[in-house]
């Protein structure tokens, strides 16, 4: 597979202060996708602007026309079934069929506790994320629907008439433990991994590769137990949390290394984030749209 270069836009900007144009941006600057995430506020943007992740990605639907769009990623956290698989059939009909779903188990971030609730252990979210993805999988591919659950229940729901992507729109699972890497293999069209996290402060990048080695493998052998094929299935790396995520951005020169020793690991996409000055994704502009539109070219991807 060869490799492709997409972009996180954070949704912190007013449609029409600005964020409008990002999104065009990223279309004219040749971005296979443009993701957001889908949160309620996000760590060290909690207390400043940010808007919902659907609303802003039917903005952008409206406004661009080849540029595919996604969630990264949507999670159990403040998230039903039912009701995200009407969004994202009216999302994926008003894109002309342009959206992937970007999907996890969620983390203990604002968003856990946002609803009123305790915030759930680690297996509790491995445990409705079990539940989550197998009954949204049904809730985009057939017209009516009903399941029982210990965590979520459809009665008689209509789906009609379903995504323009047949016979749904793509998932990219992201997870790295066994029960996720499970429910990749079982339903994803992609696997979506941000790095090992006890490496983010003290790791070194060479520790970094070796610890996505280790995961691509374990994904390896999740499709291998289900008879797939795991190498043609598409693997996503979201940069800004592996050991070089405050030198990937500093020139084109520094992107290409970084982008081809993860290539040779078997990843088929790149993710960088739109930067966003005085935060963790400050970049210099200029840099960002020269690896857009030249990076992979230099790397003959």
Not at 220 to 235: F, L, N, S, T, V
Request: proline content about 5%.
């Amino acid at each position: 597979m060869s490799l492709r270069l997409s972009t996180v836009i954070l949704p912190v900007g007013r449609w029409h202060g600005g964020g409008r144009d990002q999104w065009l941006r990223a279309e004219q600057l040749g971005f296979h996708t443009a993701y957001t995430y889908d949160h309620l506020s996000w760590r060290s943007f909690r207390d400043g602007p940010w808007f919902g992740a659907v609303p802003t990605l039917t903005a952008a639907a409206a406004a661009t026309e080849r540029l595919r769009l996604g969630t990264l990623v949507t999670s159990p956290n403040f998230r039903h079934p039912v009701t995200l698989a009407k969004e994202l059939i009216s999302l994926d009909d008003i894109s002309g069929g342009r959206i992937t779903l970007g999907i996890g188990a969620g983390g203990n971030g604002f968003d856990a506790t946002a609803l009123g609730q305790e915030a759930w252990t680690p297996r509790e979210r491995a445990d409705r994320f079990a539940e989550f993805v197998p009954l949204l999988d049904r809730l985009l591919t057939e017209d009516a629907v009903t399941s029982g659950g210990t965590f979520y229940a459809a009665d008689e729901a209509r789906n009609i008439p379903g995504c323009v992507q047949r016979p749904r729109l793509p998932f990219a699972v992201a997870a790295t433990g066994p029960r996720g890497l499970k429910l990749a293999a079982a339903h994803g069209q992609a696997w979506v991994t941000t790095g090992d996290p006890k490496l983010f402060e003290t790791g070194t990048p060479e520790q970094s590769l070796e610890a996505l080695r280790g995961q691509i493998e374990k994904l390896g052998k999740a499709c291998a137990e289900i008879g797939r094929d795991a190498g043609a299935m598409e693997k996503i790396l979201l940069t800004g949390f592996t050991p070089e995520r405050n030198t990937l951005l500093a020139s084109v020169d520094a992107f290409v290394d970084f982008a081809g020793r993860h290539r040779e690991l078997g990843f088929t996409e790149i993710v960088i984030h739109a930067p966003i000055a005085g935060s963790d994704f400050a970049a210099d502009e200029a840099v960002f749209e020269k690896i857009a539109t030249d990076g992979l070219a230099q790397l003959g991807a």
